[in-house]
């Protein structure tokens, strides 16, 4: 997770919308992990308000609603990588 000048975010929220609801993570050191989806269609939106503010909400691959948001498919054994953002103020 960086900022428009490559900065590695900390405190960035980090939500997993999916079926059994949000799963939230924090960015640490510009990472971040979330464990335990069941299998299903996930959203991920990325926002401030985990240890950090002034960046603008958005959602994975640049969208700006939640219904234009890419839809993440999590299978059994599947562990998805580089599902990132790059945070604007």
Do not use: D, E
């Amino acid at each position: 997770m960086t900022n428009t000048r490559g900065i590695k975010l900390t405190g960035v929220c980090v939500t997993a919308f999916g079926p059994t609801g949000p799963v939230v993570a924090t960015t640490s050191s510009g990472l971040y992990t979330i464990g335990g989806l069941v299998p299903g269609r996930y959203r991920v939106q990325f926002s401030a308000g985990c240890g950090t503010s002034g960046l603008r909400t958005q959602w994975w691959q640049h969208a700006a609603t939640r219904s234009k948001a890419t839809v993440l498919r999590i299978t059994p054994g599947l562990n998805w990588a580089m599902i990132n953002a790059t945070m604007h103020g």
